[in-house]
């Protein structure tokens, strides 16, 4: 609200990546309004979404950015990146395809983002683990591997959401 903006002492720009169908949306959804859709569309172009919170007594102001992950529904790389300081590279832990692009998009983040971008690995859907293809300790070497932080979440049942967030909120400081 305008009295949180007043006091705001930050603004943080964040990007959501990876395939489509892996659950960004939703996860951007859960955290800024607690909402969850089991029949989302695929995201066409950009959307926003900002959710106000206090981390470490500093009031934020967090701006997610959300694109789609089909690249004939993308818009321009560059200025989705632009400004970022964090960035969260989502896969889904039902499709190994889904994990095997991260190396893909690490490739585009590197590219385009800032040097010092804080970026959170994660593995969504954990909810579904009867369909597991890609085990949690796969995801938490490749992170550190690549100096990422790592996450499991499920939008769906709102597991480790709100903590991937703040995570990446913390480390920017
Ligand atoms: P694009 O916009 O095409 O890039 O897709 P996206 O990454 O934004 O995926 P989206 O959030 O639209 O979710 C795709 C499908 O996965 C939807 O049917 C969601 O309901 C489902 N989904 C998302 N998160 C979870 C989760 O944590 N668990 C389960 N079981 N399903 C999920």
């Not at 959307?47 to 690249?71: H, S």
């Not at 909810?127 to 949690?136: F, I, T």
């Amino acid at each position: 609200d305008d009295a949180f903006d007043e006091q705001c002492d930050y603004l943080f720009k964040a990007v959501l990546i990876g395939d489509s169908g892996v659950g960004k949306t939703n996860l951007i959804s859960r955290f800024a309004k607690d909402e969850f859709r089991l029949d989302s569309k695929p995201t066409i172009g950009v959307e926003f979404a900002y959710r106000n919170i206090k981390v470490m007594e500093k009031l934020i102001k967090a701006q997610i950015w959300d694109t789609a992950g089909q690249e004939r529904f993308r818009a321009i790389t560059s200025s989705y990146y632009r400004g970022a300081l964090g960035a969260m590279l989502v896969y889904d832990i039902t499709k190994r395809a889904t994990f095997v692009n991260v190396r893909k998009w690490l490739h585009e983040l590197r590219e385009f983002g800032g040097d010092d971008m804080v970026v959170v690995l994660v593995g969504n859907k954990c909810d579904l683990v009867q369909s597991r293809e890609v085990e949690k300790e796969e995801g938490k070497g490749y992170a550190e591997t690549e100096r990422l932080c790592f996450m499991e979440t499920s939008a769906l049942q709102n597991q480790n959401v709100e903590e991937a967030f703040i995570e990446m909120i913390t480390k920017i400081h």
